[in-house]
T-cell receptor
């Protein structure tokens, strides 16, 4: 597609429930990234995919967080047993090798109540 | 480890004032540097980037940034701001020869322009 697409745009969930966030990167972009932006905070790196593998998942805050990418395209970020501190905007970005920086999606605003 | 510091959390200026937002990074090797902007209610957009060559980089909307290697700095400037520049600005860095590795972001500077 023309840009990075994320769904849903907003998600309200009850504490303890699992949620799945989806990212559809720009066609042909081999690298895909997940970040989290909390209120008043900068962007916190979560995980990076190159193709279908994740060379760097150092930013995942706990084992409740996992992500996968299939077919070198769509990625899903799963948060199990959500907690209130998981409330944030989850941003996805993609890039190609060689150079233009990231293109970000518009994010999923997750609210855990 | 890489890190980015943006010392100004909130800057308030009047229209037509000059702008300089500070950014310092910590990284020992070759770096790529970025400024991103997030307008109210919109997603992050790339404002400008530095990979190599001329350390004075010009971006969109009249913004520029200067890479000073000796100071580990990449400050953002604009000679005359407009009300429409109200946004949050993020400095970012990644290392190496490709932009495809993870980018580390600063905590952001909120810019408010008084009309």
């Amino acid at each position: 597609g023309a840009g990075v697409s994320q769904s849903p745009s907003n998600k309200v969930t009850e504490k303890g429930k699992d949620v799945e966030l989806r990212c559809d990167p720009i066609s042909g972009h081999t690298a895909l990234y997940w970040y989290r932006q909390s209120l008043g905070q900068g962007l916190e790196f979560l995980i990076y995919f190159q193709g279908n593998s994740a060379p760097d998942k150092s930013g995942l805050p706990s084992d409740r967080f996992s992500a996968e990418r299939t077919g070198g395209s769509v990625s899903t970020l799963t948060i199990q047993r959500t907690q209130q501190e998981d409330s944030a905007v989850y941003l996805c970005a993609s890039s190609s090798e060689g150079g233009l920086g990231y293109t970000f999606g518009s994010g999923t605003r997750l609210t855990v109540v | 480890a890489q890190s980015v510091s943006q010392h100004n959390h909130h800057v308030i200026l009047s229209e037509a004032a000059s702008l300089e937002l500070g950014c310092n990074y910590s990284y020992g090797g070759t770096v790529n540097l970025f400024w991103y902007v997030q307008y109210p209610g919109q997603h992050l957009q790339l404002l400008l980037k530095y990979f190599s060559g001329d350390p004075l980089v010009k971006g969109i909307k009249g913004f520029e940034a200067e890479f000073i290697k000796s100071k580990f700095s990449f400050n953002l400037r604009k000679p005359s701001v407009q009300w429409s520049d109200t946004a949050e600005y993020f400095c970012a860095v990644n290392g190496g020869y490709s932009s495809a590795s993870k980018i580390i972001f600063g905590s952001g500077t909120r810019l408010s322009i008084r009309p």
